[in-house]
């Protein structure tokens, strides 16, 4: 069994009602409900954390490595372009990680096609909304049971 962190950035907690038509009309809480069930089913243990502040964010994944996470699945929503210090507490802790966003990036502003994760990623998964996070569950859970 792995223990998987999966770590939300800023204005996730408004998924549902923010702008539906990038990021869909599930709420994280129901994203993350249907992703505990599938990580249960498949002998794993899920937490999950959102939270606005970067310095939050970056507890976080010091708390995780203190507790023994094995995995993280890693959206950083806006924090993907700007944030040197979740950059490196993902270095410093050293733990492996999904990079997810809900919406492809890649099609977007100019600005939001820089990653400051991508490549200390395991993988990057964008574009499918909540289903996001599931692929990336799959791609750990593959990693973990090849």
Known sequence: MAKILVLNGPNL???G???PEHYGYRTLAEIMEDLD???????HELSWVQENSEGVLVDAIHTAANEGVDYMIFNPAAYTHTS???R????AVRIPFVEVHLTATSAR???RQVSYFS???LGVITGFRGESYTLALQAIINIIEP
């Open 84 to 86: 040197v210090a979740l």
């Open 88 to 91: 490196d507490a993902m270095l």
């Open 37 to 43: 069930r599938f990580a249960g089913a498949c002998g």
């Open 17 to 19: 009602r923010r702008e």
């Open 109 to 111: 502003e100019p600005f």
């Open 13 to 15: 907690n408004l998924l």
């Open 119 to 121: 490549d200390i990623a």
